[in-house]
């Protein structure tokens, strides 16, 4: 007697890759906001910088609008104090105890979805990715600890880590690594200091360079994504926090204009074919090159 077999389907997974951007990182809570409305699941996290802060208190169990509240609040003198170190103006360490005043858990090993944060060994010039196990409130200040400003954060193996957005600021691939099938890149800086205008100065030169050398090394991640976000924030500073109202409202615009195509690569596909996503997702690149 034929037996029937029933194909169960089931949903790729998603991996969300959050970019550095400082102040601008408030507009990630936009996007969440967004994925809350729709039913958009995140199975897993990578953040550089701000990105991580905002992705690892999704990881840690986080609703959006309690992200937000943070976000809101959030000022620079809850991120750092001045200190008489030569390597940097301040330190980052209240940025450990605000972290872990605020999430519902502070160890990799307890967060409700896969997370990774990414610093900068200032040593070699290696992308150091934090994940699994360990202190999430550490791995966070040390991916934010923008090299010059903030004292390097020096970890169990003597490393000392700086900002990950000099290696990553889009970890795309991380997210990748961490198991994603489908993944949504949020870019906060896509479109530089539009609030600058054309260079006047020395300083202004070297600014709009180190934006041009910083777009350049994100473009690959950009493609490796399979839908890029770019909340459109550049007449925005990056120092401007309290202006956190633009920045998720930027999110959410940007956001909303991506859940089209979110849904679609989320359509459940059969279990049976591992390879149905890698298929389809060279199919459409090539149309669109095409």
């Known amino acids: 007697m034929w037996r029937r077999v029933t194909r169960q389907s089931r949903r790729p997974r998603l991996g969300l890759a959050l970019s550095g951007g400082a102040a601008r990182g408030i507009a990630h809570v936009g996007v969440l906001k967004v994925f809350e409305e729709h039913g958009v699941v ?3 996290v990578a ?16 609703t959006a609008g309690e992200i937000e509240g943070i976000a809101r609040s959030l000022r620079w003198r809850d991120l750092g104090r001045m200190t008489l170190s030569r390597l940097g103006v301040q330190s980052s360490a209240s940025m450990e105890d605000y972290i872990r ?43 934010c600890a923008l090299p010059g400003w903030y004292v390097p954060v020096v970890d169990e193996q003597g490393r000392q880590l700086v ?29 530089g200091a539009k609030f600058m205008g054309p260079p006047a100065s020395v300083v202004g030169v070297l600014l709009q360079s180190i934006i041009v050398v910083q777009r350049t090394a994100v473009t690959y991640q950009r493609q490796l994504a399979d839908v890029v976000i770019s909340p459109p924030v550049g007449h925005l500073r990056w ?38 996503f890698h298929l389809r997702r060279s199919r459409d690149k090539q149309t669109a090159k095409d």
């Open 163 to 191: 900002d990950g957005g000099l290696v990553a600021n889009l970890p795309t691939s991380v997210a990748r690594a961490l198991g994603a099938e489908v993944v949504v890149a949020v870019d906060v800086n896509y479109e």
């Open 101 to 143: 005043a605020r999430f519902p858990v502070t160890r990799f090993e307890e967060l409700t979805i896969p997370f990774a944060a990414v610093a900068t060994d200032l040593h070699t010039g290696a992308a150091v990715v934090m994940r699994d196990e360990g202190d999430v409130a550490f791995a966070i200040r040390a991916s």
């Open 42 to 44: 995140v199975d897993c």
């Open 239 to 276: 120092d401007e926090m309290e202006r956190a109202e633009e920045f998720i409202a930027a999110g959410v615009e940007s956001a909303r204009a991506a859940i089209p195509a979110i849904k679609e690569l989320l359509e459940p596909q059969p279990a049976e074919d591992p390879g149905w």
């Open 47 to 62: 953040g550089t910088s701000a990105g991580a802060l905002v992705g690892g208190a999704l990881a840690a169990g986080m």
